[in-house]
């Protein structure tokens, strides 16, 4: 898994190999700190728009300036391992600022995605990706699916609902 896992340089010659053989690069990204059933809909959602699911994770200084000091939960090689590990990810890659800009700008994806709580004209690197031709969606946001909610259930010491 861990050869899924490339720094952006040789992340962009994978991405310009795909292009040459005519295949879709799906780009999206996120802290992905407790992986959760919403994040494994998500990304399968976000892989069927293409040939290939690149993640931009964040680092683990971008997650503390983002969430908190008591963030993140899991250590950045631990994160994208985890998600290198998904059949629907194809590359996981790190990056250290708080939106992943400088990443979409240097790999320029053909599809951008966030979740729903995301609205199109808000999405990070919309510009670079529409002015080289690509495409940029919202996809619907699964209720109830939160890291943060997990975290506080897990601090409060709750158990999982019981299913009837």
Not at 64 to 75: H, T
Not at 120 to 146: C, N
């Amino acid at each position: 898994m861990k050869s899924k896992i490339l720094e952006w340089e040789p992340l962009a010659l994978e991405i310009q190999k795909s292009k040459g053989r005519n295949e879709k690069c799906v780009f999206t990204n996120g802290c992905f700190d407790l992986l959760h059933k919403g994040h494994i809909r998500y990304l399968e959602q976000a892989k069927s728009l293409g040939d290939r699911l690149v993640v931009g994770v964040n680092s683990d200084r971008s997650v503390r300036r983002i969430k908190g000091p008591d963030r993140p939960i899991q250590p950045e090689g631990d994160r994208a391992e985890i998600l290198a590990a998904l059949a629907c990810v194809d590359y996981v890659t790190l990056f250290d600022q708080e939106t992943p800009l400088r990443l979409i700008e240097f790999i320029v994806p053909d599809v951008l995605v966030k979740g729903g709580d995301w609205p199109v004209h808000r999405i990070v690197g919309r510009d670079v990706v529409e002015k080289a031709g690509g495409s940029v969606l919202s996809i619907p946001y699964s209720e109830g699916d939160s890291t943060s909610r997990l975290i506080e259930r897990i601090r409060a010491g709750a158990r999982p609902p019981t299913e009837p």
